[in-house]
């Protein structure tokens, strides 16, 4: 089995880890630019960029010193190197995919380009070798982070067909711009999840938002269904009128807005992931991304995959935001994007599932 060095550098984490065997974690550094970002309320890509590059040598040197504690040639150890090379932030994909190429000509090991939103789906593995004779195929996952909500099913491992997605905005950029809205701060999901914690279950519909339905006959790409897809633009827009016209007066009722709002978001994304496991055969649902970390989505989707005989496997807190341990572990197993000369590849922002 290959030890694997990831890196991560899609949006305003820079990650290096080091995974054997595709679930085996024996490193796993983030560098987390949130206080960097913080001021501006949202991810400015050439502050990350810039930090990327900066900080990405000292990442990579601090994973390395971890993986293989007292080694006088730590990169001997070193079987391959996986990098992200897309979806993303161009100049951020950039420095962690450049920085690859270099590893791997200067070591002579093997460059194993990664697809971003194939390894949120891998992160549900790590740390559990247990699951490498599970019985989890045909799966439904659910990826959904600040840039990316999408519905993906594969047929067997590494069998990746996107099935839905937002055709706006994400559900964590949604959960960010009303934090930013509400005076919050960044980021807001977390923000917003402990404020609804606080508010009776009973009183999270007490707000009426709109659903983000997606029209039968809007236009999509092949292979996507309408049922399947979502919009939080009009969720955004909805509680900008709701504040304008009704301010919200003291902490509870800021409280109970957010409880409304999160409400909207899980409920949107919970009914597409049930429609989904009512259609298409399925034995396991997993979920990665930092939105999954969302205490009242794991509530609604452990109630799911119960009611349907599904195996739910959410990935562990750490894994959940952007880490290259991710990176690592998919390209270990083998699932890494097939490529003749990944040398001469580029990042690709927009690149599809």
């Not at 508010?199 to 006959?217: C, H, L, N, T």
């Not at 298409?280 to 930092?290: D, E």
């Not at 005989?309 to 935001?321: D, F, K, M, Q, S």
Request: charged fraction near 20%; charge should be neutral.
């Amino acid at each position: 089995m290959k030890t694997v060095l990831g890196i991560e550098s899609s949006c305003d984490e820079t990650a290096v880890a080091v995974v054997h065997g595709g679930d085996e974690v024996l490193a796993s550094v983030v560098y987390s630019q949130v206080p960097l970002h913080r001021p501006y309320g949202g991810v400015v890509p050439e502050v990350a960029s810039r930090a990327h590059v900066q900080k990405i040598r000292a990442v990579a040197e601090e994973a390395l010193r971890q993986a293989f504690p007292g080694a006088a040639d730590p990169w001997a150890g070193i079987d391959a190197v996986a990098a992200t090379c897309g979806p993303g932030l161009a100049a951020a994909l950039l420095v962690g995919w450049s920085f690859a190429k270099g590893l791997a000509l200067a070591l002579g090991k093997p460059l194993l380009p990664v697809n971003h939103m194939h390894a949120h789906l891998w992160s549900v593995r790590l740390g559990h070798p247990e699951l490498r004779e599970a019985d989890l195929w045909p799966q439904l996952g659910l990826a959904v982070s600040g840039g990316h909500t999408c519905l993906v099913h594969a047929p067997r491992p590494g069998g990746f067909r996107l099935i839905g997605q937002t055709i706006d905005d994400a559900a964590g950029e949604a959960f960010d711009k009303a934090a930013k809205l509400l005076g919050l701060g960044y980021p807001g999901g977390p923000v917003l999840d402990r404020l609804a914690r606080s508010v009776p279950a009973g009183e999270r519909r007490a707000i009426r938002f709109p659903e983000g339905r997606v029209a039968p006959d809007h236009p999509l790409p092949p292979g996507l269904r309408a049922d399947l897809c979502l919009s939080f633009s009009g969720l955004k827009t909805a509680l900008l009128t709701h504040v304008r016209k009704h301010p919200p007066q003291g902490e509870a009722e800021v409280a109970r807005l957010c409880a409304c709002y999160q409400t909207a978001i899980v409920d949107a994304l919970a009914k597409r992931v049930g429609r989904a496991l009512e259609t298409l055969p399925c034995k396991s649902l997993a979920v990665g991304g930092g939105v999954s970390l969302n205490g009242q989505l794991r509530e609604a989707l452990t109630a799911l995959a119960a009611r349907h005989g599904v195996r739910l496997l959410l990935a562990e807190p750490r894994y959940c935001g952007d880490n290259a341990a991710m990176i690592a572990g998919i390209a270990g197993a083998g699932y890494a994007l097939r490529d003749a000369e990944p040398l001469a590849r580029d990042v690709d922002p927009s690149l599809p599932v």
